[in-house]
């Protein structure tokens, strides 16, 4: 399995209008046939103080998709859906940073 995660932070301007129209738009790509989960977060807002010291802030939002194998990615990677919907995605991000994990088994 893959899991391609995609870390990022929202540009202060966006609404939240925007940012609920463009996870729309987000969600829509789990009909990509590659795709076998997908997933939107928001970064914990820890309630205990001492786990607060072990995360990282550095990103609020993480989308995170996951594929059988490296050809499912590529799959996801071409479609016209994904390459318009990553578009939106750039107008709207700062600071993005995308990293693909194979299992281990």
């Known amino acids: ?7 990022f932070n929202l540009k ?10 463009l996870f729309g738009q987000i ?3 789990s009909t990509i046939s590659s795709v076998r989960r997908l997933a939107i977060g ?10 607060k010291t072990r995360l ?3 990103y609020e939002w993480v989308l995170s ?3 059988d194998d490296e050809a499912g990615l590529y799959t996801y990677q071409k479609h016209p859906d994904h390459v318009t919907v990553a578009g939106e995605i750039r107008k ?3 600071g993005t940073k995308i990293v693909d994990f194979v299992s281990v088994d």
């Open 56 to 58: 990282s802030t550095e």
């Open 92 to 94: 709207r991000a700062t």
């Open 27 to 29: 969600q829509g790509l």
């Open 1 to 7: 399995m893959i899991q391609h995660i995609v870390l």
């Open 42 to 51: 928001k970064l914990l807002e820890p309630s205990e103080d001492w786990y």
């Open 65 to 67: 998709i996951e594929f």
């Open 12 to 21: 202060a301007e966006v609404e939240s209008s925007d940012r609920d129209w």
